[in-house]
């Protein structure tokens, strides 16, 4: 058990509808990632914060959004679902925001299988 | 653009075999290179890590070997075991640029 809880295992929507995933990072860590992993494109990333504030974008789309609240926690919403958007969805948490004169090791969830009908 | 490109998509070996996996990445400015190891339904996992200064780093019987001139590194399983089945990612991060990516993932079968 890594430590980080991802909510919920499963989400089965229509296109067109949007929905919140959410994770809690392990006790102490400050920083969230969130990563789509997909059969075809492997894991990406989409976003991190630390301490509440967005430090780094990937490939994240416009219709994408996160935030990390107060109590560390993040979410990240999904809006006019399409079907390509179908994925599991991985959020990883770590101590510190990631600087290269430290070994950040990042703890991932389980995962949200998303899937867009 | 694919910053991580890794190969095979996935390797069947016997048991006690040594499997490799490959990764090569783009851009010089990555500055940490871990692989990540995955059971089916959990997520990734850290399994070793590696830093351009050094050219080989073993965990176990995990091994990674890096060629920083070539811009490839790649994963080293000694006397393999059918408990090693799995997918394994390899990443390339650059924390200054907060850049994270991530090979397409090999899926790795060890048969007893």
């Known amino acids: 058990d890594s430590g980080v809880t991802q909510t919920p295992k499963h989400l089965i929507t229509a296109t067109g509808q949007r929905v919140t995933l959410r994770c809690s990072p392990r006790?102490?860590?400050?920083?969230v990632y969130w990563y789509q992993q997909s059969l075809d494109q492997g894991l990406q990333f989409l976003i991190q914060y630390y301490n509440g504030e967005e430090r780094a974008k990937g490939n994240i789309l416009e219709r994408f959004s996160a935030q990390q609240f107060p109590d560390l926690h993040s979410e990240l919403n999904l809006s006019s679902l399409e079907l390509g958007d179908s994925a599991l969805y991985f959020c990883a948490s770590s101590v510190g925001p990631g600087a290269s004169s430290t070994n950040e090791k990042l703890f991932f969830g389980s995962g949200t299988q998303l899937s867009v009908l | 653009q694919q910053q991580v490109k890794q190969s095979p998509q996935s390797l069947i070996v016997q048991k006690g075999g040594i499997p490799i996996i490959n990764c090569a990445y783009e851009n010089t400015a990555f500055d940490y290179f871990p692989w990540y190891q995955q059971f089916p339904g959990k997520g990734p996992a850290l399994l070793i890590a590696?830093?351009?200064?050094?050219s080989e780093k073993k965990e176990g019987r995990f091994t990674i070997s890096f060629n920083k001139s070539a811009k490839q590194f790649s994963l080293h399983i000694m006397d393999s075991q059918p408990g090693d089945s799995a997918t394994y990612f390899c990443?390339?991060?650059?924390?200054?640029?907060?850049?994270?990516?991530f090979g397409s993932g090999t899926k790795l079968n060890v048969k007893p």
């Open positions: 990443a390339s991060i650059s924390y200054n640029f907060n850049k994270f990516y």
């Open positions: 006790s102490g860590d400050l920083s």
């Open positions: 590696i830093r351009p200064d050094v």
